[in-house]
Each structure stands twice: as C-alpha cells, then as structure tokens.
C-alpha cells in the first residue's frame, strides 16, 4: 500500500467525435485506414518479454474486401500456450504486489492514449478487421474501451475503500485479493472494446491473464496491445496467444493454477466450457470464477400508443447498425395490428435509403459487411428460406453478394407464425423478423415474449401508455437483464447501463460495474485484537 488513501480521478464518459466532413478526426482516421489498407502487418504473439512467431501463419483480411490481405498472425502450438501460463505464474508476485495505486495509473494512462494518438489508429484498424463504420468504430474502440478503462479504475478504488465496521478494541479490514493463479480472456470479434475490457479489468485487480482474442478481431487487438505496452503493463500480465481454439482451451483448462475465465461469445462454447471446467474440477488449486456473456434474440414489443416514427427509428437502428452483429441487436419485433403497416412502411423507407452495403471507408455507408463467409452463408440460408415459406413475407432487403464482400443486405421479414425460425434463432446478422399481434392481445403479446427465446439478453417495450410499460416491464423482468423502455434494446454505455443479461445469455455479471470487478477478487478479512484476552473464563462462570 502506498502511503496515503488516494482519490481516482472521476471518470466521465469519452465524448463521442462526429466525423463530419470536413472534421480534423475524419480526415485523420481516413488517413490511417489508407495507411493500413496498403501496407501489411506481421502479429506475433506475446509471451513475457517475448514477440513469438511459429511462422505458422494465416491472414487477415477486411470482411467487406476479402481478397486484401492486411498481413499474417502466428499460430500457437501446444508448447506456446503452456509458456504463456507459466509466464503469467512467474509474473503475478510482483504484479499482484504492486500497489494498486500504480496498476490504476497504467490504465488511466492506455485510457489516455486511446483518447489521444491511438484513436485514429484504433478505430481505422476496428474499420479494417471488423468492418465497422467510423460511427459504429467511434462508440465501441474509442469511446467504449476508454469508459471501461476509466470506469473500472474508479470502481476498484471504490471497492478498495470498502470496509467493514470495527467495535471496541479490535480492527476489522479486507483485502480484496487476486486469485490465485490466472485468468483465462476469450474474446469476440464484435466489439473492440469487450477485446480489451475483458482482459484488462481482470488484470486491473491484480490478476495475471492469457487472452485469446477472435481470430477475425487480431488485426485491432494488437493495437490494443500495443497501447497497453506503451502504457507501461509489465510483460507477462496479459500473454497474448492465437490459433486453435479448442487446443487452446484444453491446455488451459488442464492446468491446476487456473482461476477464472472471462469469455463473450457463444452460448454452445460457453456450456461446453462450464461443462469442461466442472469434469476438471479436482485438478484445480481452488474453485474457478466463471464469468460470461454470451447470445441473445433481442426484442422490441411496441403498445398500439406507441408513435410509429419512434418504433421504426427504434428497428432500424437496433436491427441494423453494425449489421446486426451487436449481442443486444434487435432481431425480433412484435408490433399491434392497428399501427403496423405504418411502422413497417417507414422501416421500409429507412432500409431503401440507405446505400448498398459496401466499404466503411466511404462514409456514406450505414451498413457494410458481415463478418466472415460463415456467417454470409448461414444468412443467405435462412433468408432463401423466408423466401420459400408460405407463413412470410420479405418486406425489404434479401438480397446478397460475397464476390468482393460478405455483403447482406438488411432484411425484414414478416412472419404470421411466432415462433417461426429467424423469431427464435440467433442469426447475427442484419435481419429482423417481425410478427404483429391484434391489439387486444396486448397482455398475451407479453407472455408470448417471454417464453419465446432461451436468451434473456436484452429487449425494449415503446408505450405511451404508463400502465402498459408498468405491465410490460414487470411481465418481462426475467427475458432481459437490459431493459430498454422507449428506445431501441443497443448500446449500453459504461457507467450508465452495466450490460450483461441471463438465462441461455450468460452469468449477468454486468460489464462495466463494480460488480463484475469482483469477480476478479478473493476477499481477506484480517481481525486485529488490540489488547489480547489472557483468560480463557467468560462472566458467565462464576
């Protein structure tokens, strides 16, 4: 402990830049985006003080552009995985014994640098790997990587100070230590700032981690590790390691001093990892934290007071932006008979003023391209199939292209049957599947969303009515750990809405809260006795 009580600065939320033309930002990250469009990059992994590279090496390449190559990563072997635990176990006394105060200010300062000369680098590589436009870019690498950065630093300072009541003569007071051993991070392509939050807010706390960033997401994580090593995070803390994921994790999982995993991404990978974890379960020195955030199928519900500009506006933006691509995306929506045709018509007036899908390099475009060919092909399939069945109809979009992108283009289908596929599969993509009820069957309307998805994620309700959004928000309390009330079920900001949601949709530890910080934590509670008893007799023995 340093000496004296130290107070954070207050962290505030990272004022989101516009990029309209002509700002200095837009021409700068325009002009990072061409740097890196036509130069190429070798990813090492990183093990201690190490740059490890196999020479087994696969591509990267932009999801809206799939023949450039951005450049190669390096493949982790067997070998590489087990130096990656054994560098974290060497580097956690002297990291887990650094005054906390000192571990704050390397965050702090990486917070620092993305607000500062990493931000046209950050968001232009988040452009490039993930195919995000400057908006989409801006709100997550920026913005929401710096608030998690800022945020959790307040939070664990906050936690630090908590203590419990002493009475006379004695001295009570915890220490919120590390685990004890290391932290497993698997982290999704979606979003830059869950790449580097998930790692670094267990680190943050003390922890020691191996990170095992998306294959399709390696290009902009290693900006992250670049800004973290600028910031000064000693070597060994977070060990970066790419490859097979199914090796990777068996050799993880297989070690005796692992503690915790902090995963987004699949509800099936995540069942299979709780399930991996509990058959090891006497391998380990002590009972690992499991911490995750996995699908949803996210709803709006709109009441017949709703104002139908508000819902469609609500749709567009919650299905499409960042193509559907966001766990809280909008993807199934249960409109009244009564106001319907009017919603979807302004939904279908959106949809057809955007641009075709294309580059986020021109900033006119609202939707770009999906991921990868996987996820291009499983849209196609359900879409040609929406167009076959009888119980749909595609009101706008169907149509796509992955001759120079994985391009769909934003779809809105229209179903009489509830519980029709695309209202209860995850797609991640952008289409969303709407379904319209008779007015009178508001209250029906409720419990059907309700038992309708295994996720429980988030979801929105848009009433005018009080008393309808009181009936809806107590009939839906179980179906979203992010409830949005007249607006659209996306983007949670840290500090303000703490994301994370339960059921088939993860543990609900709330990303960006205090509460999932302290997971991250083993508590000690140390008694101090100032004046030590010498006899063992109580009063009550005369």
């Not at 950050?122 to 993930?130: F, R, Y």
């Not at 790692?199 to 290693?222: E, L, R, T």
């Not at 106001?339 to 959106?350: G, P």
Request: proline letters at 6%.
């Amino acid at each position: 402990m340093g000496k004296g009580f130290f107070q954070v600065p207050a962290a505030i939320n990272e004022p989101i830049k516009s990029y309209a033309p002509g700002t200095p930002e837009r021409d700068e990250v325009l002009k990072q985006y061409k740097s890196y469009y036509d130069s190429t990059v070798d990813v090492p992994m990183y093990v201690g003080h190490n740059e490890v590279r196999t020479g087994n090496t696969k591509p990267m390449s932009p999801p809206h552009d799939h023949q450039h190559i951005l450049g190669h990563y390096h493949v982790a072997e067997k070998k590489h995985v087990e130096e990656a635990i054994s560098n974290c176990l060497d580097s956690r006394n002297a990291w887990a014994n650094l005054t906390w105060e000192q571990r704050a200010a390397i965050f702090l300062k990486a917070a620092e640098l993305i607000a500062g000369p990493y931000r046209a680098k950050i968001n232009a590589a988040t452009m490039l790997a993930q195919s995000k436009t400057i908006h989409q870019a801006e709100i997550d690498s920026a913005c929401e990587l710096i608030d998690f950065l800022r945020f959790n630093v307040e939070y664990m300072s906050q936690i630090y100070e908590e203590q419990p009541y002493s009475s006379e003569g004695i001295w009570n007071r915890v220490e919120y230590r590390p685990l004890e051993g290391f932290v497993y991070a698997i982290t999704p392509f979606n979003f830059t700032a869950i790449a580097g939050n998930l790692p670094a807010s267990a680190a943050m706390m003390g922890n020691v981690v191996v990170w095992k960033p998306s294959d399709s997401q390696i290009f902009s994580a290693k900006v992250i590790v670049d800004v973290f090593k600028e910031a000064g995070l000693p070597d060994g803390v977070i060990n970066v390691v790419y490859g097979d994921p199914v090796m990777i994790t068996e050799t993880i999982l297989a070690s005796p001093d692992f503690s915790g995993i902090h995963f987004t991404g699949s509800t099936h990978v995540f069942k299979e990892l709780w399930k991996q974890i509990g058959n090891n379960i006497h391998t380990y020195k002590t009972y690992p934290r499991i911490v995750g955030e996995t699908g949803g199928k996210d709803f709006i519900i709109a009441h017949p007071t709703a104002q139908p500009k508000q819902v469609a506006t609500a749709i567009t933006r919650g299905a499409f932006e960042f193509q559907g691509q966001k766990c809280s995306a909008a993807s199934r929506v249960y409109l009244p008979k009564s106001t319907s045709k009017e919603i979807l018509d302004l939904v279908k007036k959106d949809v057809e003023s955007f641009n075709k899908p294309g580059s986020p390099e021109d900033m006119d475009n609202f939707i770009t391209a999906v991921i990868h060919e996987g996820s291009f092909d499983k849209l196609a399939k359900y879409i040609d199939q929406a167009k076959n069945d009888k119980e749909v109809e595609i009101i706008v979009g169907g149509g796509y292209d992955k001759s120079k992108g994985y391009f769909i283009e934003p779809t809105v289908i229209l179903t009489t049957d509830p519980h029709y596929s695309t209202m209860e599969t995850e797609l991640f993509g952008p289409v969303v599947t709407v379904y319209v009820y008779e007015d009178a069957e508001w209250s029906k309307t409720l419990e059907l969303v309700d038992r309708t998805s295994e996720y429980a994620l988030t979801g929105a309700v848009l009433s005018q009515d009080r008393y309808a959004i009181d009936e809806a928000t107590k009939a839906l309390q179980n179906c979203a750990g992010n409830f949005y009330i007249n607006d659209k079920p996306t983007g949670a900001v840290v500090g303000q809405q703490p994301f994370g949601g339960a059921r088939a949709s993860g543990t609900n530890d709330k990303a960006g809260s205090a509460q999932n910080l302290l997971r991250w934590v083993s508590p000690r509670l140390i008694k101090e006795t100032f004046v030590t008893p010498e006899d063992y007799r109580y009063p009550f023995l005369s």
